[in-house]
């Protein structure tokens, strides 16, 4: 019995803003992936669409003056024509909020509730008095209840990370009037998540893809597994089934997105939707590393729920860094798809390549233009690039043409050899090691013509000359061949230099085995070029400026008068004890020396400090804040530390714990 079709898909961009780097971390991969296995001979369909439902969209729409429906339709816009620019062509790019995914989101949440997997619940949701409405999500901010940190209604960004249900952050404030919130009683409905604990370990044990989402995902249904409330106090988006003030929570609508573009695109093309989502199937998921939670947890239950199909893997990106920190928007630390590259005139091949060959697909990726200059520089040009573009120069000058012979055999055994490398990795979703692979071989037809020496051995023996030349054009053929999925546009140019007059995706991957055709080629040019340093040093520069121009826009703080100043009182300790909070992989509780007590405070420094080597450690404490639980943890006081990585102020010279900052 023949396999399944593969489908493909990616997490939906979110219409609310343009396409930056940190979003083709998750889309280029799977186009290389879906590029790769259609040349292995598979049957694949690449889905995907615009996330258009949500609060944040909603206040977006509300600032700019439109429409939620207007926001979506000009970004969706954008992502569908920036995604063709790089390269990156989906068989099908929907909406969520178009009609199908409504009516296929309607019926699986009715089918949810037919087998009881819904129930309602009353629970106390903040209401802004001013605004006169319910506060969903982004619409509202407080105090996280588990570790105390500010945090928005949905979750606690600034603190633990901890997803937050309607109605559990503490004092809430409106976002829209900034008033003091208060909590009334409303209805929602909650899918029984609790209920597939057994269901998931088993399914998480066997779904296909990187470790990094089994193994997180594995890591939450042990710790506890909790209800998830389904319904939001929206006008915009879904309509949850018999309620017109309740839409369904847009991380039900959006994964559902999935299964209405396959329809769409079923309707299009005259197929059978529910091939890909009926029974087994082989869906294979590519996601950003922070969305593992629904798509490994939520999404499959949900599924299984409802009768349908489960993903057959789920293939996670590591986070984006931008020279060396945190991918920030409001800090500057953004590189646009558009704005900063593409409009500048630079390849998208180069890019693809970079986000590919960079590190491993589950490793945290950094991007600087030094970085992705010296990576392009040094393989693609250098390597792939002077490969190419020596053999052909040398084969159209004294040959007119790939000249007519036989691979030597061990010119074809580097190929198969190579061509089995890059499958294995390639099912295993380590495009980098594929990638690598690939270059070896271009490196490998590099070593072969230096040490062969065709300029010499033309002068001697033509013939010999023209056997080391097929034997290049061989590879180089292969190698166009194989990294079409990674540099679909350089590979095609590559494909008409070595004289063939059709399209190189057209060809199976294993036609990088079969004998290089001989015959007249066009007169080569150079397949790539190099980044100058005058180029990255502008591309760098305009980088430099965006974070200096937000370092400004963050600095216009309110002016405090000396008499408020005052009132902080801040003074030196000393580190005595240091210890991991339970349960956090940010928070360390320390017992500090303030001169006539010891306070215990609680620090998010875990990532930057050992416990270990605090303890000893002059700090500056601000002493006379209010008491606060944070994860559950008492703290009284705060240590100052500066910058991202939490560098602490120190006293000069030494001092005696206690000593008052003037």
């Not at 600034?158 to 009334?184: D, N, S, T, W």
Request: hydrophobic share 40%; net charge neutral; with cysteine.
């Amino acid at each position: 019995m023949s396999a399944p079709p593969l489908l493909v898909t990616c997490g939906l961009p979110y219409t609310n803003g343009p396409c930056h780097l940190g979003h083709l971390r998750t889309y280029v991969p799977a186009d290389c992936y879906v590029r790769y296995m259609r040349r292995l001979g598979e049957e694949v369909v690449f889905v995907c669409g615009s996330d258009n439902h949500g609060t944040p969209i909603v206040v977006s729409a509300e600032a700019e003056g439109v429409t939620p429906r207007q926001m979506s339709e000009k970004y969706h816009g954008h992502f569908d024509s920036t995604f063709r620019r790089m390269g990156v062509v989906f068989d099908h790019f929907g909406m969520t909020d178009d009609p199908a995914n409504h009516a296929r989101t309607t019926a699986i949440v009715q089918e949810l509730i037919r087998k009881g997997y819904v129930y309602s619940q009353v629970v106390h949701q903040a209401y802004c008095t001013r605004c006169k409405r319910f506060l969903p999500d982004r619409y509202v901010e407080g105090i996280c209840p588990h570790c105390g940190a500010s945090a928005r209604g949905d979750e606690c960004d600034q603190g633990c990370g901890k997803h937050l249900e309607p109605g559990e952050i503490k004092e809430p404030v409106c976002k829209v009037c900034g008033m003091k919130a208060e909590f009334r009683d409303q209805e929602h409905f909650f899918f029984r998540l609790s209920a597939f604990k057994n269901y998931l370990l088993p399914y998480l044990d066997a779904v296909r893809g990187t470790a990094n989402a089994k193994n997180y995902a594995i890591g939450w249904i042990k710790e506890d597994l909790h209800d998830w409330c389904i319904t939001r106090t929206l006008d915009w988006g879904v309509k949850f089934p018999g309620r017109d003030d309740l839409v369904v929570y847009v991380w039900v609508d959006a994964p559902i997105g999935y299964i209405a573009f396959t329809e769409e695109w079923a309707k299009k093309t005259g197929k059978d939707w529910k091939r890909y989502w009926c029974g087994k199937n082989r869906v294979t998921h590519f996601i950003g590393g922070d969305i593992i939670y629904h798509h490994c947890i939520f999404w499959p239950a949900l599924l299984h729920g409802a009768g349908y199909g489960v993903p057959h893997a789920i293939v996670a990106s590591g986070m984006l860094k931008v020279d060396d920190h945190k991918f920030s928007k409001s800090r500057g630390y953004v590189v646009w798809t558009n704005e900063d590259y593409l409009d500048r005139g630079l390849p998208a091949d180069y890019l693809r390549y970079y986000l590919l060959a960079y590190t491993s697909h589950t490793r945290e990726l950094n991007f600087s233009w030094n970085l992705f200059a010296e990576r392009i520089n040094n393989e693609v040009v250098n390597i792939f690039g002077n490969f190419v573009n020596r053999t052909l120069q040398f084969a159209h000058r004294e040959f007119r043409g790939i000249p007519e012979g036989r691979a030597d055999p061990a010119i074809m055994a580097e190929i198969e050899k190579t061509l089995e490398t890059v499958e294995r990795y390639m099912r295993e979703y380590e495009f980098k090691s594929a990638v690598d692979a690939i270059m070896a071989l271009a490196a490998y037809g590099n070593t072969y013509v230096q040490g062969s020496a065709p300029w010499k051995l033309v002068k001697t023996d033509k013939a010999a000359a023209a056997q080391v030349i097929y034997n290049c054009a061989q590879i180089a053929q292969a190698v166009a061949l194989l990294i079409e999925p990674v540099m679909p546009a350089k590979a095609q140019e590559c494909w008409a230099m070595l004289g063939y007059t059709d399209e190189v995706a057209s060809h199976r991957i294993g036609d990088a085995a079969r004998p290089v055709p001989a015959g007249e080629i066009p007169a080569p040019r150079p397949l790539f070029t190099r980044m100058e340093e005058e180029q990255v040093k502008m591309l760098e520069a305009l980088l430099q400026k965006r974070v200096a121009d937000a370092d400004r826009k963050s600095e216009k703080i309110p002016v405090v008068s000396f008499e408020e100043f005052q009132k902080l009182d801040i003074r030196t300790g000393r580190v005595l004890s240091c210890e991991p909070v339970p349960k956090s992989n940010k928070l360390l509780k320390l017992i500090v020396d303030i001169g006539n007590e010891k306070r215990q405070i609680v620090a998010g420094m875990q990532q930057f400090y050992k416990p270990e080597e605090m303890v000893g450690k002059d700090v500056v404490v601000v002493t006379n804040l209010a008491p606060a639980k944070i994860f559950g943890v008492e703290s009284n006081g705060m240590i100052l530390a500066a910058g991202d990585t939490a560098s602490l102020l120190i006293p000069l010279r030494p001092v005696e714990p206690g000593s008052k900052i003037r």
